[in-house]
């Protein structure tokens, strides 16, 4: 396998941003990592030069692809900017990332972004049942799994196997009950640790949205790892999303996340869809008498509270747990039971949101952490 000093060695035949030093030494070369044969490599650049710096970035990869040992090479044009302070002047050692494109992606006429500000709460299986729901309806649905560091979707989807790789190094997506599916988690073992620094999980990502054959789509659900961090920051930048849909549990521990979850979508421009209430109430399979484990309804007075849609409540049922463990999810395995039912009114309501909100067309923000 590639080393990470043989990809900077094949990376001295390309020059810089200013087209006559070596990129190494120019002093852009942010970031050279290589995994399992594949090989990622991130040059900081001035934002307004991304259109013209977009020839150096094909050259490297050209260059890093050529490398014995490499499989796959994605490279990408990151900017990295000093802040300034009031009086004008750079705050020494403060900078602030942004990501290169903010361009739609071919033939997905809606993006979703599924989230959550801590895990736990289902945030996978929701996503995966509402994009069944959307695809029940007839429409056009695919699958992102964002989470790179605890991919569920294959799971969910009972999915295993790895993706075709067509013409020009895109991946075909794997399928399931109709719905397009793409995980870091079918390119690497189940039991794999992903132990990759936030330049590597943005490039995946990148990857993953730009370089699969999606099309045509009516809706891509990104299912995103818990919290705010460098996923939720790459979708945010990477592509105009259409919106956001926050998933939580009652209890007021994770509604404080929820606020951040919100905080952060409002942050970077991005409408919230609704709120959903997953574990909402339990009821005995044996005497029917409800329970409310985690409380009962924190989700719903908290999107009214913060002026969100509330889009609905899924139970804490073992029908759910074990159709999703066995990758058949509820939605696709009891398609008229009243746990589907419950994900289908969600995803209808998500879709009348999103009519609303209309095709995202515009581009995505450049976001500066201060």
């Not at 014995?68 to 020494?92: H, I, W």
């Not at 299986?125 to 964002?146: I, P, Q």
């Not at 936030?198 to 045509?216: H, K, N």
Request: proline residues 7%; aromatic residues 4%; charged residues 20%.
């Amino acid at each position: 396998m590639a080393t990470e000093r043989e990809i900077v060695a094949a990376l001295q035949r390309v020059m810089g941003p200013d087209g006559r030093t070596a990129l190494p030494q120019s002093g852009a070369l942010a970031g050279v990592a290589v995994r399992e044969g594949k090989a990622y490599v991130s040059i900081a650049i001035d934002p307004s030069a991304s259109a013209a710096m977009e020839t150096m970035r094909r050259s490297a990869e050209a260059a890093v692809r050529a490398v014995p040992g490499v499989a796959n090479a994605l490279v990408t044009l990151t900017s990295e900017r000093p802040q300034v302070s009031r009086s004008g002047a750079p705050q020494p050692g403060s900078r602030a990332r942004t990501a290169r494109s903010g361009n739609p992606i071919e033939g997905v006429r809606s993006i979703i972004a599924v989230a959550s500000g801590k895990g736990g709460v289902g945030k996978s299986t929701t996503a995966c049942n509402v994009a069944l729901g959307l695809a029940a309806s007839g429409r056009k649905v695919g699958v992102l799994d964002a989470d790179i560091y605890g991919p569920s979707i294959p799971r969910l989807f009972g999915l295993t196997a790895k993706p075709e790789i067509l013409e020009g190094r895109i991946m075909r997506p794997l399928e399931a009950f109709g719905v397009k599916v793409m995980s870091i988690g079918f390119l690497v073992e189940e039991d794999t640790p992903m132990i990759w620094r936030g330049p590597m999980v943005m490039s995946a990502i990148t990857q993953m949205l730009r370089e699969v054959a999606w099309a045509p789509l009516d809706v891509l659900v990104v299912d995103l790892p818990p919290g705010t961090g460098d996923a939720q920051l790459t979708m945010a930048q990477g592509v105009p999303l259409a919106g956001g849909l926050i998933v939580s549990t009652p209890q007021d521990l994770a509604l404080i996340d929820v606020r951040r979850a919100i905080a952060m979508f409002r942050r970077v421009e991005v409408p919230i869809l609704g709120v959903v209430e997953n574990m909402s109430y339990f009821l005995c399979p044996h005497c029917g008498e409800r329970s409310d484990v985690f409380a009962h309804g924190g989700a719903r007075h908290e999107a009214q509270k913060l002026g969100v849609p509330f889009l609905g409540e899924v139970p804490l049922h073992m029908a759910i747990r074990e159709t999703s463990d066995a990758g058949r999810p509820v939605v696709a395995a009891d398609p008229a039971g009243a746990h589907a039912l419950a994900y289908r009114n969600i995803a209808d309501r998500l879709w009348a949101a999103l009519s609303e909100t209309g095709p995202a067309a515009r581009q995505a923000p450049r976001i500066v952490i201060e």
